[in-house]
């Protein structure tokens, strides 16, 4: 595609507000979210196809339907934001703003046109200790603003940036295109938990 075709498609700004619990602990990103006719919720990881809910639900509860209503097809989205909220799970994106050069959720079709600030997010949570990405582009970004190498799936790198040091995770994209049972999933998201000194 040509950068005068790429001009013509819309920018989207990111739909949601940052969810940033008191004394998070771990920033959770994505890339971006869906489009609307994909959501079954207005929060992030809405699609219902997604796992993201699945594994939380799986690890914390041994339950991987906990927070999903099947009769309504939709999450139990006050549920969700008290576990978030106990557990100082903080969320966003590493996108704000982006084209879709195809019309799908795929990262591999989305060009990020401005990306989060970083920054501000650890001037308003000095006690996150740790980032985690959910799939490649997302970690790439990161890597990027931190001058260091992506690291490999399931693993972590120390990082430096903006005066405030972090652990930066990279974890299996929760997407169902992403070719890797729940459970598979499930145990790298957990060890990742288990390294930050959660009690599971």
């Given at each position: ?6 001009t013509t498609?819309p920018?989207e700004a990111h739909?949601?507000e940052p ?7 771990v920033?959770?990103l994505?890339?971006f979210?869906?489009?609307?006719n ?5 929060f992030?990881?809405p699609?219902?196809t997604?796992?993201m809910w699945k594994?939380?639900g799986?690890i914390f509860y041994a339950?991987?339907?906990r927070?999903f209503?099947?009769?309504a097809?939709t999450?139990?989205l006050?549920?969700l934001?008290?576990?978030l909220?106990?557990?100082k799970?903080?969320l966003?994106d590493t ?6 050069l ?6 591999k079709?989305?060009e990020?046109?401005?990306?989060i600030?970083?920054?501000?997010f650890?001037?308003?949570?000095p ?21 260091v190498?992506?690291p ?15 652990k930066l995770?990279r ?7 992403y070719p890797l049972?729940?459970e598979k999933k499930a145990e790298?998201y957990?060890a ?6 959660y009690?599971?």
């Open positions: 595609m040509t950068e005068n075709m790429t498609i920018i739909p949601f969810f940033l619990p008191a004394g998070a602990r920033l959770m994505g890339t979210p869906p489009k609307p994909r959501w079954a919720m207005e992030f990881y699609n219902k997604n796992d594994i939380m799986h339950d991987r339907n927070f209503d099947a009769t097809k999450y139990r006050e549920a934001k008290a576990f909220e106990e557990k799970i903080a966003y996108a704000t703003r982006v084209r879709r195809k019309d799908n959720a795929s990262d079709f989305l990020i046109v401005e990306t600030d970083l920054e501000a650890f001037k308003a949570q006690t996150l200790q740790a980032v985690v990405t959910a799939g490649e582009k997302a970690t790439g970004v990161i890597a990027e603003m931190a001058q190498e992506v490999k799936m399931g693993e972590m790198v120390e990082c430096h940036y903006a005066s405030h040091r972090f995770f974890m299996p994209s929760s997407s169902r295109a049972a729940l790298a957990k990742m938990f288990l390294a930050l000194g009690e599971i």
